[in-house]
């Protein structure tokens, strides 16, 4: 059986993540309160925010900013993408 969790970001049950994907509390948080479905949505949303912001992931400064998009994301009114951004097409 799939271990299931109330998601905090899609405000329903959901297929639970296998393991805290974030160290910290912070990582504990989303292990316990954010699906795996959610999750994904995340990452999309993240590498859209290093590609559009050519975000060198190494920096300090863009972990830092990734972090509070995360948490804002999954948790509050959600990451913004940049003014100019235009999704792909086909």
């Known amino acids: ?3 299931t ?5 899609l405000k329903q049950e959901a297929e639970a993540l296998d393991k805290p994907p974030y160290p910290g509390e912070l990582g504990q948080r989303i292990y316990e309160q954010i699906s795996k ?3 994904e949505m995340w990452f999309r949303q993240q590498t859209m925010l290093i590609n559009e912001y050519r975000l060198n992931p190494a920096e300090a400064q863009t ?7 995360m948490e804002s994301f ?3 009114s959600g990451s913004a993408p940049p003014p100019d951004f235009r999704p792909y097409s086909e």
């Open 1 to 3: 059986m799939t271990k």
């Open 5 to 9: 969790v109330n998601c905090a970001k």
């Open 37 to 39: 479905p959610a999750w």
């Open 63 to 69: 972990r830092r900013f990734l972090e509070r998009e």
């Open 74 to 76: 999954l948790f509050g």
